[in-house]
């Protein structure tokens, strides 16, 4: 067994990038959560001010042996519109900017490559952020699982649902 890989991902609201990963194989945990901020232990409410500096992220616990980096970053670019700066769909503040957040300079080094030859695919220049994971600090409970746990919620059907469509519909293969 393979020693557990950490990645983190900002693009959007978390509970959709949430839903969307949690649906792949080799994927362990997902933990909605804050990061790219200079705020210690943001709340919710701290974070939605736009005061703190933090995007909302999710941080996956996965196996390299199962799935690797380079697919998470293919599904995390297809679940959001990386040309958006600081916005995703209706959600809108720096808080939900598209920022990949490294665990070491590979990851660091295959996001760069990653978002270079994706800028070629768009009209629009890619504005994702890509930093350093330096902290890493867990929503609170009611955001964790929360597409599993309100499905029928009108947000989670609008926005959630559409991007696990989406990969369940183009990484067929990769799915748990």
């Not at 001010?49 to 799935?67: C, F, I, M, N, R």
């Not at 990653?114 to 800028?119: G, K």
């Not at 964790?144 to 293969?173: G, I, L, S």
Request: aromatic share 12%; glycine share 6%; net charge negative.
């Amino acid at each position: 067994m393979s020693e557990r890989a950490k990645a983190t991902f900002g693009g959007g609201c978390f509970w959709c990038v949430e839903a969307a990963f949690e649906e792949l194989e080799g994927v362990e945990s997902v933990t909605s959560g804050y990061a790219g901020g200079h705020t210690d232990d943001p709340t919710y409410e701290e974070v939605c001010s736009g005061e703190t500096g933090h995007a909302e992220v999710v941080q996956l616990k996965y196996d390299p042996d199962v799935v690797s980096y380079d697919e998470l970053l293919e599904v995390f670019f297809t679940i959001h519109d990386p040309t958006q700066l600081n916005r995703q769909g209706p959600d809108v503040g720096t808080q939900y900017r598209s920022i990949v957040l490294s665990h070491d300079d590979e990851q660091r080094e295959q996001a760069e490559a990653y978002v270079e030859a994706l800028d070629e695919e768009y009209e629009d220049d890619v504005v994702t952020e890509i930093e350093p994971c330096e902290k890493f600090w867990e929503a609170e409970a009611y955001h964790q699982n929360y597409f599993e746990k309100n499905p029928d919620d009108a947000y989670c059907t609008m926005h959630a649902a559409p991007k696990v469509e989406k990969v369940r519909e183009k990484f067929e293969a990769k799915l748990a």
